[in-house]
């Protein structure tokens, strides 16, 4: 089944979603449970927000790919199949008939933070940062839609910093900074987890749109409708709409923010002035910690699948790709079907070539499981020698938050050929395959594991 809003998915998670009755502040206290949830945890429901009484707050919400499998109506085993089947022809937004994120509407609000639960995450962190916000906007000359998610520091009373360093929001404000206008946009928040995933997407500038994307994953167009003071069309059914404008030749310091890396970062980003905000009666604000098991399987699915998918309309073999939990999507595990070590060092470079973010690609035979790191670790300490198997690039673009580029954004990249030799001597030691099933079987049947 598709799902048409947020409110649909989280009634359909049943166990797999935690409801905190109990009062959580939105600083600090609710990162602080999201960061300690275990690995394949449920989702988690705030319902009492401290100083926000009728709000909700939802986190952890893609942490686990069998709820990503479940946003998406599939398996974990078909999960990046699906995806890559359905973003080859989108589904093109329509008109909704009823908005319901406009049932409330707050006009040039005078405190964004007595409105919203807008988490502060880390102890250093500068102030509340909304990190899940889907970014709208349009190019001044083209009028092409641009959707991303975009770091904002709400920084008191109606403004909010943006760190616009990736496209095409990036161009967009440099063009209309260009004229000396201001760049409407909207935030949408609370959105279902087909459009969240949708607006990490890397696409080029002739790629498709990403609102069309969303609609494919989801099997359905989303619902649009125009914004109350901006010029850009917002999903109908999110929680909450923010709405601004991004002021031309204006920098102000935004940060410090603790981000996906697991370090602080700061930056002179443009500045946001908040129009007006709309919502639904009683909201759900949705809550993105970063450097948690949350941002991971967003990345894994949406860069990583993406990737995946590049690779695999270049090279025949590719079988699978994941992005390693913990590592900001800097670090790449790659199974490769009988692999030669010239189709390897091919697939390293293409990887670099493809996708700036990745720093560290291990390339794996396809009888390695690569979401094990254990497994991952076995072929590095059997199949690879650091003095044969190392391909490493210097004098190659860094990423903007990586900390160990410096003030250069300089960096070097290496890549790992961890894959078996030809002799019966790489053959890895298995179980029969009914044994195997029947000890599963009976672990399932004890609670011990997943059924």
Known sequence: MSYRDLREFLADLGSDLLKVAQPFDPKHEMA????????????????????HPGARVVGNLVASRRRVARALSTTETELAATYLQRTRQGIAPQRASDAPVKEVL??????????????????GDG???????????????????????????????????????????????AAAEAASRPLDIAVALGVEPALLIAAVVKTGPQ???????????????????RAETVAVDVPARAEIVIEGRVL???????????????????????????????????????????????????????????????????MAGVVDLDLTTGTCGFTAVIALAKAKSTDVRRLIHLVFGMDKRVKLVTVVDDDVDIRDPREVSWALATRFQPDRDTVILS??????????????????????????GGGPEFDKITIPAAAAAKARSFLAETGLVAG
């Not at 449970?33 to 319902?47: H, T």
């Not at 860094?398 to 410096?406: E, L, N, Q, T």
Request: aromatic share 6%; with cysteine.
């Open 32 to 51: 602080a449970l999201l960061r300690e949830m275990p690995a394949n945890g449920p989702a988690v429901m705030f319902e009492n927000v401290a100083g």
């Open 106 to 123: 707050h006009l040039a609000p005078d405190d964004l933070t007595a409105l919203l639960p807008v988490l502060t995450h880390y102890e």
């Open 127 to 173: 102030g509340p940062f909304v990190t899940t916000g889907v970014v709208l906007c349009h190019a001044p000359v083209s009028g092409r839609r641009g959707m991303g998610i975009h770091r904002m520091m709400v920084k008191g009373g109606r403004r909010m910093g943006i760190l616009l360093a990736n496209p095409p929001l990036s161009a967009f404000h």
């Open 207 to 225: 790629g498709p749109d990403k609102m069309d994307l969303a609609g494919a994953l989801r099997s359905a167009p989303v619902e649009m409708i």
């Open 248 to 314: 031309p030749g204006l920098r102000e310091p935004e940060g410090p923010f603790g981000e996906n890396t697991g370090y602080y970062f700061s930056n002179i980003s443009p500045v946001v002035e908040v129009t007006a905000v709309t919502h639904r009666r009683e909201f759900i604000y949705p809550a993105l910690c970063p450097w948690t098991t949350d941002v991971d399987s967003l990345l894994s699915l949406a860069a990583g699948t993406e990737l995946l998918g590049q690779l695999q309309t270049q």
């Open 395 to 420: 004098g190659m673009e860094g990423y903007v938050i990586d900390p160990s580029c410096g003030s250069s954004g300089i960096g070097s990249r290496m890549g790992m050929d961890a894959t078996r």
